[in-house]
C-alpha cells in the first residue's frame, strides 16, 4: 500500500530563516505531487506541483521554491521566510502513470509558525 | 471560472440528524468531484468522490448528490455522529490528462459539529 510522509511535523523559526520540508511517497512510482498551504484551518491553496523528476510547477507568485529531486521525493523551501508563510503544510499525491487516476491523497502535514 | 463555492461555512447538527453541505461550480470542464474530511491538526483525507456521469454516490452514511445541469454538489451524511464533527471540504479536478495534472481546487470548508 501507498504512504506519505511529510516532516518535520512543527515547525517555528524567526523571520528572515530559510526552510526546508521534506515529503516522501512510498509504495508508488512516478506519482503526481503536490504542496498545498491552509491557513487558518481553512482553505486549501496550491502552491507547486510536480509530474516528474527536476519538474516543476508553480501556481502562485511566493517566497516558496519547490524541488523534486527523487521520484518520490518533494521538497518546500524558502531562503527567508516571512510572517505571512505561517501555516500548515500539505503534501499530496495523485497515481502519475494512470490516465483516469483522479484520487489525490494528502500526507499529515507541517505546522509552520514564523515568529 | 476556477471557484468552488462551499456552504454552509459552519454547521452544527444534532446526533443522528443529517448533515447537509453544498458545493456550487462554474468551470464545466470540471471532471471529478471529491469531498475531505479533515480532522483538527491532521491532513484532509479522502471521504467520497463522484464523476459527472452519475447523479448519485453512497458509501455508508454518506452520499453525494449531484446535479449537473445546475453545477451543484452536495454531501449527505445520514445519522450524524459525534465523531463525524470535522470540517468538511469539497473540491473539483477536470481529467487528470493532459494540462490540469489533477489539480484540485478546492471549496473553503464546512466546519461541522455534531452534539451528542
Known amino acids: 500500500s501507498q504512504t506519505i510522509h511529510q516532516w518535520p511535523a512543527t515547525l517555528v523559526q524567526p523571520v528572515g530563516s530559510p526552510l526546508s520540508l521534506e515529503c516522501t511517497v512510498e509504495?508508488?512510482?512516478?506519482?503526481?505531487l503536490y504542496w498545498y498551504r491552509q491557513a487558518a484551518g481553512r482553505g486549501l491553496q496550491l502552491l507547486f506541483y510536480?509530474?516528474?523528476?527536476?519538474?516543476i510547477s508553480s501556481e502562485v507568485p511566493q517566497n516558496l521554491s519547490a524541488s523534486r529531486p527523487q521520484d518520490r521525493q518533494f521538497i518546500l523551501s524558502s531562503k527567508k521566510l516571512l510572517l505571512s508563510d505561517s501555516g500548515f503544510y500539505l503534501c499530496a499525491w495523485r497515481a502519475g502513470t494512470e490516465y483516469f487516476s483522479y484520487e489525490q491523497y494528502f500526507g499529515p502535514g507541517t505546522r509552520l509558525t514564523v515568529t | 471560472q476556477q471557484q468552488v463555492k462551499q456552504s454552509p461555512q459552519s454547521l452544527i447538527v444534532q446526533k443522528g440528524g443529517i448533515s447537509i453541505i453544498n458545493c456550487a461550480y462554474e468551470n464545466t470542464a470540471f471532471d471529478y468531484f471529491p469531498w475531505y474530511q479533515q480532522f483538527p491538526g491532521k491532513g484532509p483525507a479522502l471521504l467520497i468522490a463522484?464523476?459527472?456521469?452519475?447523479s448519485e454516490k453512497k458509501e455508508g452514511r454518506f452520499t453525494i448528490s449531484f446535479n449537473k445541469s445546475a453545477k451543484q454538489f452536495s454531501l449527505h451524511i445520514m445519522d450524524s455522529q459525534p465523531g463525524d464533527s470535522a470540517t468538511y471540504f469539497c473540491a473539483a479536478s477536470m481529467l487528470p490528462g493532459g494540462t490540469s495534472y489533477g489539480k484540485l481546487t478546492f471549496g473553503q470548508g464546512t466546519i461541522l459539529t455534531v452534539h451528542p
Open positions: 463522484i464523476r459527472p456521469d452519475v
Open positions: 510536480s509530474v516528474g523528476i527536476g519538474q
Open positions: 509504495g508508488t512510482s512516478n506519482p503526481n
